[in-house]
């Protein structure tokens, strides 16, 4: 399935719109995480672990949109969006959305 964040698929037309397809994904990060990542924000660098859990929501988010666009009988999703959200009260929960529009190809 193609999926793009562009509202057209080149060299491909949209035959049909299916509708609005999304999904959620919400993630914890550890305390271990949490601990290693406040050296970081004090003498600064990257946060792979964090990055870690960011890619892991992205796929994951990604996998479950794309099988509800197949469940509707969609060939590709265009328009696609991220989000992320930082949530809980020490800002250890991370969510991850994303939509786009199901379309048929």
Known sequence: ???????????HKILEYKGVVSAEVILGANLAKDFFASFRDTF????????RVLQEGRMTALQEMEADARAMGATAIVGVGFNIEVLGERGSILMVSVSGTAVVI
């Open 1 to 11: 399935m193609i999926i793009t964040t562009t509202p057209t698929i080149e060299g």
């Open 44 to 51: 600064g660098g990257r946060v792979r672990s964090y990055e």
